[in-house]
């Protein structure tokens, strides 16, 4: 089992900046990527960005250029930079941790955080 916490949303203008982060704790040694997802109301969940255990790093087109994920290792605590923020942004935002044990494979989902974005 992974728990995932969640921390840095809140309410910010157009244009400026915040800093989410996903804390893991629990049977970490068998995640091998973290990713934000955001969902709108009445919207599905998509992916934001993600980061394997190697390092490499994704982008949703739309938030390319403008948010950074982060982290010194995907088992311990996650970043995500967001600057440039748009009202479309606006979301509640999940971390997501993907692990693999024993050739199983499972994902684990954080509580949320609110992102507003006014404009």
């Known amino acids: 089992q992974v728990h995932l916490v969640e921390s840095g949303g809140g309410l910010v203008q157009a244009g400026g900046s915040l800093r989410l982060s996903c804390a893991a704790s629990?049977?970490?040694?068998?995640?091998?990527?973290i990713g934000w997802y955001r969902q709108a109301p009445g919207k599905q969940r998509d992916l934001v960005a993600a980061?394997?255990?190697?390092?490499?790093?994704n982008y949703a087109d739309s938030v390319k250029g403008r948010f950074t994920i982060s982290g010194d290792n995907v088992q311990n605590t996650v970043y995500l930079q967001m600057n440039s923020l748009k009202p479309e942004d606006t979301a509640v935002y999940y971390c997501?941790?993907?692990?693999?044990?024993?050739?199983?494979?499972?994902?684990?989902w954080g509580q949320g955080t609110q992102v507003t974005v006014s404009s």
């Open positions: 997501n941790a993907k692990t693999v044990r024993g050739g199983i494979f499972d994902n684990y």
């Open positions: 629990g049977r970490t040694s068998s995640t091998y990527a």
């Open positions: 980061i394997s255990s190697g390092g490499v790093t």
